[in-house]
């Protein structure tokens, strides 16, 4: 009886978890079906596709818009995290080691900066990218996604700080280490975990970027690739290319998906760190 | 050099100005992609600036504010806000939940499944935005196709052309999207539990329903209650979905959408800016209580 009992109870739970599982991927799998196929058999609605093609592919590849969005999307967030991680880890140390005053303030601060509406600084903004000139270039984007970025990681990387023990630095400042050898020398090599987490977040976000990408930038060339694929229209709302468009969202989240699965584990602990366990 | 206790243990209190030194990058780069353009946009809200002439701007007062709170789309726009916030956070918490309490058993394949739960978090807005768009196709949609099949509904449902509708598929992409996020804070509180909580329940047999109803809820309450107001303020500053499948029809837009189409669109920066500080209003109501719920926490780190 009890057998039977435990017996039924896993089979509730596994379909729970299949359940669950095609809800999270089924619209994904229904992009790359979509993408397979011709535009003849596009309508089709067959679950499993009997006869595919990768002609969208290599139509999108064969892009030139589409190339230089998706090169102006990596360099962007390559160089938001990269500057995201070096003012972060370097502001980190400080807040996470030392008591001083004015540093609540800053940690309370960089808080409230991660719910501002991002649409309230637009305006702001679009002055400034004006006034240095970088209207329509990478800078700007990189400018303007720091506002999502730094705060964030500033936050999660003065936890991770915080939890590394008091006594390797006391060690180092016996052995007369200056404050900057021990951030890079002795710190640096323990926070390698903190900042492939915040790394990879903070990647994520300015790879999925829109509001600033769509504001600030005005010519194909310098557009990032949410933004070209949120323009990709054809004439009516019927006769959109839909094939591409699939095509098009699935190399774009490709990247994503792969990084993801090899690196769920430091990804949920940072993005776990960076809210409710603060 | 930097040694807090004197041989007596007596702390020594010295300024230390090398500590802003390691601060500055980071406030320079906070105050110029945050507090300046936030507050040149607040300024903006008080004059006649547009897209073209942000140099020469007249002080006209509160008029924008004024216009603002006479304009039928605002309100509509505040609504369309609340109204996806106010039903996709909680749909998020009740389905983040049991996809948490799936993840926090102990089962094969639970990495395979924190990394498939992921997936849609993962996924870029846009990209959501545009497959759901597809698959909700009036016409072709494989979601009107299957409801067809399975004979739910007579004829196709225009989840997207339809105004009423249109929102109905915002909140269910949005729900799609950031259950995971959902699911993963939750996920964190359960963790942080003292586990023995769940075996002694389990031990005495006492069934899952009550367990939950009676241990797991009350212990979760000050996450829950983190989760939900984080996850509110996210979504009432919510873009990119809205602005993809409302496809420019105004009765759908919400106050960033409503912002921004009169800040870029209309190159009417200080209305749109009038408008944008109107949402950080609202924002800044709703963060005082999360602020002050998370103080506590806060008081943890240092």
Same mark, same amino acid.
């Given at each position: ?44 609605? #067959? ?79 679009? #002055? ?41 630095? #006391? ?108 | ?302």
């Amino acid at each position: 009886m009890w057998k039977y009992k435990k017996l039924i109870k896993n089979c509730v739970f596994y379909t729970l978890c299949l359940l669950v599982a095609v809800c999270c991927l089924f619209p994904f799998y229904w992009a790359i079906v979509s993408s397979l196929l011709d535009s003849a058999h596009l309508f089709s609605t #067959e679950l499993w596709p009997s006869k595919i093609t990768l002609a969208n592919y290599r139509h999108v590849f064969g892009d030139a818009t589409f190339g230089s969005s998706f090169l102006n999307s990596v360099v962007v967030a390559l160089l938001t995290t990269l500057l995201t991680l070096t003012v972060c880890l370097l502001a980190a140390y400080p807040l996470a080691r030392h008591k001083f005053p004015g540093r609540k303030r800053v940690l309370m601060t960089a808080l409230s900066v991660t719910t501002l509406p991002y649409v309230a600084v637009l305006s702001g903004m679009f #002055e400034l990218i004006r006034i240095l000139d970088i209207y329509n270039e990478k800078a700007a984007l990189v400018l303007s996604y720091m506002i999502i970025t730094a705060p964030f990681t500033l936050w999660v990387m003065t936890n991770f700080m915080n939890s590394i023990p008091k006594e390797i630095e #006391e060690a180092a400042i016996i052995d007369g280490a200056s404050k900057y050898v021990i951030l890079t020398k002795v710190f640096f090599p323990l926070l390698k975990p903190a900042v492939v987490t915040t790394g990879l977040l903070a990647f994520i976000a300015a790879w999925n970027e829109f509001l600033f990408a769509l504001t600030f930038t005005l010519t194909n060339q310098a557009r990032t690739v949410p933004v070209s694929l949120a323009l990709f229209t054809g004439a009516t709302q019927h006769e959109l290319p839909w094939g591409l468009i699939m095509a098009a969202s699935v190399i774009v989240t490709l990247p994503l998906v792969v990084l993801v699965v090899i690196f769920q584990r430091r990804i949920i602990s940072g993005l776990t760190a960076g809210s409710v366990k603060g | 050099m930097q040694i807090n206790f004197t041989p007596l243990g007596r702390k020594v209190k010295k300024t230390n100005f090398s500590h802003w030194a390691f601060l500055a990058p980071c406030l320079v780069v906070l105050v110029l992609s945050a507090g300046w353009p936030l507050l040149r946009t607040i300024y903006f809200s008080f004059t006649d600036a547009t897209l073209d002439n942000l140099k020469e701007t007249n002080f006209i007062g509160a008029d924008n504010f004024i216009s603002l709170v006479r304009d039928q789309d605002w309100w509509q726009a505040v609504l369309n806000t609340f109204v996806i916030a106010f039903v996709s956070v909680p749909m998020e918490t009740v389905l983040g939940m049991v996809i948490a309490l799936i993840l926090h058993r102990n089962f094969r394949g639970r990495g395979l499944m924190r990394a498939i739960v992921l997936i849609p978090w993962t996924i870029p807005t846009i990209v959501s935005a545009r497959m759901w768009a597809w698959m909700l196709n009036d016409v072709y949609g494989i979601v009107n196709e299957l409801l067809l099949r399975a004979s739910v509904i007579d004829s196709p449902i225009p989840w997207i052309a339809s105004s009423s509708l249109s929102i109905v598929s915002i909140i269910l992409v949005d729900v799609w999207k950031t259950t995971p996020y959902m699911a993963l804070l939750l996920l964190a509180g359960l963790q942080s539990l003292p586990q023995d909580c769940f075996e002694a329940a389990d031990v005495d047999g006492i069934p899952f329903g009550k367990s939950f109803a009676r241990i797991i809820l009350p212990l979760m309450k000050p996450t829950i209650i983190v989760a939900v107001i984080f996850r509110t303020l996210d979504a009432i500053r919510i873009f990119d979905l809205v602005y993809i499948l409302s496809s420019g029809n105004s009765a759908n837009a919400t106050m960033s959408v409503y912002a921004r189409k009169h800040l870029v669109d209309y190159t009417d920066v200080g209305f749109g800016s009038a408008a944008a500080t109107a949402l950080l209003f609202f924002i800044a109501f709703l963060s005082v209580f999360y602020v002050s719920f998370n103080r506590k926490k806060l008081y943890d780190v240092g």
